[in-house]
């Protein structure tokens, strides 16, 4: 089993609705990073957390140590939404401070 | 905000020719630049982690004779990728951890490179 799991790995919506993308980790994190990919390959940082909740415009993430869980969510989302949404595991101040990455959901938005 | 440049974003070489990817941070001091490589629908795989003025840390399986790091400065990490050969094709990301905020989540454009 990962150690980083993400659901949906897949997921199509039509533009206006509201998307949850969920992030499971096993491991002890000091934060967790959500991704944005999109087809040409590049990759934006959304959002680093490590306790609560982050807004940034339509996109609102959330994390629960306890459970060890976190959700990104897009409100009214829109077709540029469409992308590869990448969840990130990360212990600094561990003994590597590598990131674990979950494998990706991806995302369709149609008009 | 902070900002890493990767060049070239594209790249078509020959086999056995080698390949020379840069990884820039803009405004920031980058004391740690992570390699990943991304093969097709699966996520980033990290390669190797290279610090300034030392050698870099590879990942096991990783040939660091294939894979040439160089960190010689604070903003500047380069790959190279010696006598590439096909399969050696993929999508390559560079990182950089700021040295004030210790944190991973700068990311480079990514190097898609395809070996012919």
């Known amino acids: 089993k990962n150690e980083v799991e993400q659901s949906p790995q897949n997921l199509t919506a039509q533009e206006g609705e509201f998307i949850t993308i969920n992030c499971s980790y096993s491991?002890?994190?000091?934060?967790l990073h959500w991704l944005q990919q999109h087809p040409g390959g590049g990759i934006v940082s959304l959002f680093m957390?490590?306790?609560g909740k982050k807004k940034h415009g339509r996109l609102i993430a959330t994390i629960n140590i306890q459970e060890k869980h976190s959700s990104l969510h897009i409100t009214a989302s829109h077709p540029r939404d469409s992308a590869v949404y990448i969840c990130?595991?990360?212990?600094?101040?561990?003994?590597?401070?590598?990131?674990?990455f979950g494998t990706g959901t991806l995302l369709a938005v149609q008009p | 905000g902070a900002v890493v440049s990767q060049h070239p974003s594209r790249v078509i070489c020959k086999s056995g020719t080698s390949v020379k990817i840069e990884c820039r941070s803009l405004?920031?001091?980058?004391?740690?630049m992570f390699w990943y490589r991304q093969f097709p629908k699966q996520s980033l795989m990290l390669m190797a982690t290279?610090?300034?003025?030392?050698?870099?840390?590879?990942e096991q399986g990783v040939e660091k004779d294939k894979f040439l790091i160089n960190h010689a400065s604070l903003t500047l990490s380069t790959l190279t990728v010696t006598s590439a050969h096909p399969e050696d094709s993929s999508f390559y990301i560079c990182?950089?951890?700021?040295?004030?905020?210790?944190?991973?989540?700068?990311f480079g454009q990514g190097t898609r490179l395809t070996v012919v």
């Open positions: 990182s950089a951890r700021d040295r004030w905020k210790n944190t991973e989540a700068f």
């Open positions: 491991v002890g994190i000091s934060a």
């Open positions: 957390l490590s306790s």
């Open positions: 990130a595991a990360a212990n600094y101040g561990g003994a590597t401070n590598k990131l674990i």
């Open positions: 405004d920031f001091q980058a004391t740690t």
């Open positions: 290279s610090n300034e003025g030392s050698k870099a840390t590879y």
